[in-house]
């Protein structure tokens, strides 16, 4: 069988007569599930990868600490909670340089890091008293500003998650006719 299973209509590209569903394809796409539904199996192990801890990565007064993003240049970050002297329930958190600093939204109740390039710009979230959606936003020389996504039409809500060294930005946004997909923008000088 080829790699080339499906267009997402269903159809397999190879033998048109055929349906994905009707088949087991080679790369667990398109597995059939209990209850006529279609998902995705993951194939037999082909190694083990190991890894050796090289840093533990802490914060005094912190109970959790999650590094969840790390960038060619070595920086680190995520989120870390509680530390009793700050009144967020959690905090943004960056080592950088083998330093660690918190990097909180003025006035958030919660602050999440997702990613960062090696200029040391930051995305994250944050969540506010009485607010029930995230603001998504860009730390960048020591200020915050709150990411627009704009697609034709105007912008649209979205969730951004990563930041590479040209700034392009990357994450998910909900469609018009409702589908989550992924996107990836540059900044509009």
């Keep these: 069988m080829s790699d080339r299973v499906g267009n997402g209509t269903g159809q397999n590209l190879d033998r048109p007569d055929k349906q994905v569903s009707d088949e087991i394809p080679r790369c667990g796409v398109g597995v059939p599930l209990s209850g006529g539904r279609i ?3 993951p194939g037999p192990p082909i190694g083990v990868a190991r890894y050796e801890i090289v840093a533990i990565i802490d914060h005094p007064g912190s109970i959790y600490l999650s590094a969840m993003h790390l960038n060619d240049r070595g ?4 989120t870390c909670h509680p530390i009793l002297a700050n009144k967020q329930a959690g905090n943004g958190f960056r080592l950088r340089d083998g330093a660690c600093e918190l990097v ?7 602050t999440v890091l ?3 390039n090696s200029a040391g710009d930051i995305v994250g979230r944050a969540w506010f008293s009485g607010q029930p959606q995230a603001v998504y936003f860009i730390y960048k020389r020591d200020r915050f500003a709150v ?3 704009l697609v034709d039409e105007g912008p649209v ?3 951004v998650w990563d930041i590479n060294d040209t700034g392009m930005i990357s994450g998910h946004m909900r469609t018009a006719d409702g589908r989550e997909v992924g996107f990836l923008a540059r900044p509009i000088r």
């Design 114 to 116: 997702s990613g960062t």
């Design 104 to 110: 909180n939204y003025p006035d958030a109740m919660n």
């Design 39 to 41: 998902g995705v199996r």
């Design 157 to 159: 809500a979205a969730g």
């Design 75 to 78: 920086d680190v970050v995520r």
């Design 147 to 149: 990411i627009e996504v």
